[in-house]
């Protein structure tokens, strides 16, 4: 355990402690903004949606589903059972922004980024270049001294496991919806 701590603070050092310069600090918070904001995933959300919309309609269950998922799991359960502390308690951080007041494990960025970067991927392969976007936004938080890696690849596990259950529970609501309409159409003007 001693020794991925220190591997975890070495690469917590050696990402935190990269030059930080005015467009360095901007563009790690405009990053680290997508993730929080949850904004751009909705925005894409959005783009992708008026692509879709004639094949599917139900496209936002799957992203509500995974909202709901992202911050029940992470803001409320796991942060509350971990309870590890921000680097800035513990280690000489380079913070830019606003430092955040729950814990530290898993990063909320991360498992939102992850969660949308895989619907999305799912939805339109080609969109694999999402991961890319994701990946940015986990690295821009320990950039900016918010996280340690290990909460960030904490978050991008758990969000990809997000994503995926979001998309089984897409499709059983999709079954249940089918094997309903068709139950009703066959007893309609039935008496029951």
């Known amino acids: 355990m001693d020794t991925i701590q220190k591997i975890d603070t ?21 990053f680290s903004g997508f993730g929080y904001a949850w904004i751009i995933w909705f925005l894409i959300g959005g783009i992708l949606f008026l692509r879709k919309e004639r094949k599917d309609h139900w496209f936002w269950v799957p992203l509500g589903i995974a909202a709901v998922l992202c911050y ?6 796991f942060k509350n059972i ?15 922004g606003v430092i955040p007041k729950s814990f530290s494990f898993p990063s909320t960025h991360a498992v939102v980024a992850f969660a949308f970067a895989y619907l999305f991927s799912r939805k339109e392969v080609h969109w694999f270049w999402m991961y890319a976007l994701a990946f940015l936004v986990c690295i821009s938080r320990i950039y900016l001294g ?7 690849i904490g978050g991008m596990l758990l969000g990809t496991v997000i994503g995926m259950v979001s998309i089984l529970l897409d499709t059983a609501l999709h079954k249940t919806k089918r094997i309903v309409v068709r139950y009703s159409s066959k007893n309609k003007g ?3």
């Open 72 to 77: 029940t799991l992470s803001e409320v359960l």
């Open 82 to 96: 971990v309870m590890r502390s921000r680097p800035d308690m513990l280690l000489s951080t380079i913070i830019v």
């Open 146 to 152: 918010h996280h340690y890696p290990i909460d960030v």
């Open 10 to 30: 070495s690469a917590f050092f050696f990402i935190n402690h990269l030059p930080h310069v005015w467009w360095s600090d901007f563009l790690g918070e405009c």
């Open 190 to 192: 039935k008496r029951i």
